[in-house]
T-cell receptor, first 112, second 111 residues
Framework: GAGVSQSPSNKVTEKGKDVELRCDPISGHTALYWYRQSLGQGLEFLIYFQGNSAPDKSGLPSDRFSAERTGGSVSTLTIQRTQQEDSAVYLC??????????FGPGTRLTVL | KQEVTQIPAALSVPEGENLVLNCSFTDSAIYNLQWFRQDPGKGLTSLLLIQSSQREQTSGRLNASLDKSSGRSTLYIAASQPGDSATYLCAVSRSNYQLIWGAGTKLIIKP
């Protein structure tokens, strides 16, 4: 079946602009995760959804970051007033309850 | 605070060799441990998941072991092939979400 998809695959934006990243999880997966991978650094957990609720938002780097999930499916990660340090690859993953996380191809964000 | 370390950071071996990648973690209270591979410009592919109650998992030429008490896991790759070249990432979960990641081992298999 179809895997996790993310859009856009690449996004170049100017400092101070808002961006919205989208994740379509595998159908039926109740859990959805957002991670960030900065150049030369490891993966960083951002937020986790179980259904439409986010029990843990502690990984969000600042209040400029927010995420929502609707209908237990699609999720959007919004970054307001982007800064150059936000440049990274943003990865989304989904899983069934307590199971292997399956990752999308990521969105490469470049803030000029 | 859970920290995950992977050694070596990079490894280059001739095709056909068996090899071992290492992962260590500081807090043994983990829910599970996963090994992933990441190809350049692509997403992550899950290789093996070991639940905290398990000692090892096998998939084809891959075998992952887990020693929770000592905070160690190894990924064994048998009869390596050039297509195995990738970055291998280890991640642990203290609950059924939030993965804590190692920095990865970049593996190059020389034809």
């Amino acid at each position: 079946g179809a895997g996790v998809s993310q859009s856009p695959s690449n996004k170049v934006t100017e400092k101070g602009k808002d961006v919205e990243l989208r994740c379509d999880p595998i159908s039926g997966h109740t859990a959805l995760y957002w991670y960030r991978q900065s150049l030369g650094q490891g993966l960083e957990f951002l937020i986790y959804f179980q259904g439409n609720s986010a029990p843990d938002k502690s990984g969000l780097p600042s209040d400029r970051f927010s995420a929502e999930r609707t209908g237990g499916s699609v999720s959007t990660l919004t970054i307001q007033r982007t800064q150059q340090e936000d440049s990274a690859v943003y990865l989304c993953a989904s899983s069934s309850w307590a199971d292997t996380q399956y990752f999308g191809p990521g969105t490469r964000l470049t803030v000029l | 605070k859970q920290e995950v370390t992977q050694i070596p950071a990079a490894l280059s071996v001739p095709e056909g060799e068996n090899l071992v990648l290492n992962c260590s973690f500081t807090d043994s209270a983990i829910y599970n441990l996963q090994w992933f591979r990441q190809d350049p410009g692509k997403g992550l592919t899950s290789l093996l998941l070991i639940q905290s109650s398990q000692r090892e998992q096998t998939s084809g030429r891959l075998n992952a072991s887990l020693d929770k008490s000592s905070g160690r896991s190894t990924l064994y790759i048998a009869a390596s092939q050039p297509g195995d070249s990738a970055t291998y990432l280890c991640a642990v979960s203290r609950s059924n979400y939030q993965l804590i990641w190692g920095a990865g081992t970049k593996l190059i298999i020389k034809p």
